[in-house]
Structure formats: structure tokens, C-alpha cells
T-cell receptor, first 111, second 114 residues
Framework: KAGVTQTPRYLIKTRGQQVTLSCSPI?????VSWYQQTPGQGLQFLFE???????NKGNFPGRFSGRQFSNSRSEMNVSTLELGDSALYLC??????????FGPGTRLLVL | GENVEQHPSTLSVQEGDSAVIKCTYS??????FPWYKQELGKRPQLIID?????GEKKDQRIAVTLNKTAKHFSLHITETQPEDSAVYFC?????????????FGTGTKLQVIP
């Protein structure tokens, strides 16, 4: 099976802009989770989608949103970007929400 | 909700020595404990996991132990090699609201000195 893919891999934006990141899970996986990773901050959980429904949400402001499509592909949107949003955004898919299979990540730089 | 603490945040060992990373969890209902390794510039990948009905699991140089009473679990790496250098994340997963919810620890940066 193909692994989890994320696009784009790198992105440069300026403050105030918005961005949309995409994640394609492993075929057959219906759960997709999103994480923000910054140096020294580990994996900060953003949200999890299952069958097009947000099932779990972390402690991030409403500027961070997501959605999942019927083919389980997921998108994450960040509006009104701030400098502090610069990070590696990882998505992970799972068939059971036990083992997480991570994508390569999208590295976002906000200038 | 579940809280997972991981220690130490950084660990340096000489090649050939052992490394131990410890995690504690707060919710006694957690029943699945995976460990992930993230090499520099790469994605986290599962290296070993353990379920709550097992006390210890080994895979070559890697082992994980679980103490349910104390609510802590540990990763043990023996005969460390430079390629073991990475960030390691522990996680705890529990059944909540009809599905498994996973919580990650804050990570341990392991450096193996040749």
C-alpha cells in the first residue's frame, strides 16, 4: 500500500494570509489526525477526522480548521497566519486510532 | 483527559551503552502504548508497542516495559548505535466515546556518541 502523502511539502506565507494543507491517508484508513510540530514542543494534537466528521479536537484557536472528504482525504486550513504558526504540520492516518502512520509533513514558514 | 509525561527531554549516551526513556500516564483506562522514532528530517515511525495485558515486549535491541499499577512504561535500547540517534515519542491510547484516543509524550532527543 502507498503511504500517507502530504502536499505541499514546503510553503512560505506572510502574516495575515491563509493556507490549506492536504493529506491523503493510506488506502482503507478512515481516521486522519493532524499535528503541529515545533522545535522543543513535540507533537501538538490539532484534530482528528473519521468518516468526514471531526471526532476529537486539541487546544488550538479557531483559526485552525479542517475537513475530511468522502475518500478520507483531509485538508487543514489556517487563516490569518501568525509568525508563531511556522511549524511542521504532520498528518497521520489510522485504521483503528491505535497505530498512527505519519506523512512526511508540510513545513510552513510564515514571514 | 489523558496526560502523558516523558523523561528525559534529552539523553546522550556512548555508543554501546544502554538508553532508557520513561513515560507516565494519568488515565488507568489506557490500554495501548506505542513508541515512535523520528529521525532528523523524517516522519515519526512506530518502532514497538505494548498492550495493557502484557508486562514486557522485546524486539532485538529494543524493549518496552509496562507497569500498570504505577502507570508508567519505559523504552529500553541496548547496545546503542549512532543510527539510534533520533527523537523518541511515547504515546498512550484509551477507548473513549467509542473509539481509541491517543495522547503523545513530549519527546526525548537521544544522541548516541560514537
Amino acid at each position: 500500500k502507498a503511504g500517507v502523502t502530504q502536499t505541499p511539502r514546503y510553503l512560505i506565507k506572510t502574516r495575515g494570509q491563509q493556507v490549506t494543507l492536504s493529506c491523503s491517508p493510506i488506502s482503507g484508513h478512515r481516521s486522519v489526525s493532524w499535528y503541529q510540530q515545533t522545535p522543543g514542543q513535540g507533537l501538538q494534537f490539532l484534530f482528528e477526522y473519521f468518516s468526514e466528521t471531526q471526532r476529537n479536537k486539541g487546544n488550538f484557536p479557531g483559526r485552525f480548521s479542517g475537513r475530511q472528504f468522502s475518500n478520507s482525504r483531509s485538508e487543514m486550513n489556517v487563516s490569518t497566519l501568525e509568525l508563531g504558526d511556522s511549524a511542521l504540520y504532520l498528518c497521520a492516518s489510522s485504521s483503528s486510532q491505535e497505530t498512527q502512520y505519519f506523512g512526511p509533513g508540510t513545513r510552513l514558514l510564515v514571514l | 483527559g489523558e496526560n502523558v509525561e516523558q523523561h528525559p527531554s534529552t539523553l546522550s549516551v556512548q555508543e554501546g551503552d544502554s538508553a532508557v526513556i520513561k513515560c507516565t500516564y494519568s488515565d488507568s483506562a489506557s490500554n495501548y502504548f506505542p513508541w515512535y522514532k523520528q529521525e532528523l528530517g523524517k516522519r515519526p515511525q512506530l518502532i514497538i508497542d505494548i498492550r495493557s495485558n502484557v508486562g514486557e515486549k522485546k524486539d532485538q535491541r529494543i524493549a518496552v516495559t509496562l507497569n500498570k499499577t504505577a502507570k508508567h512504561f519505559s523504552l529500553h535500547i541496548t547496545e546503542t548505535q549512532p543510527e539510534d540517534s533520533a527523537v523518541y515519542f511515547c504515546a498512550a491510547s484509551l477507548l473513549s466515546g467509542g473509539y481509541q484516543k491517543v495522547t503523545f509524550g513530549t519527546g526525548t532527543k537521544l544522541q548516541v556518541i560514537p
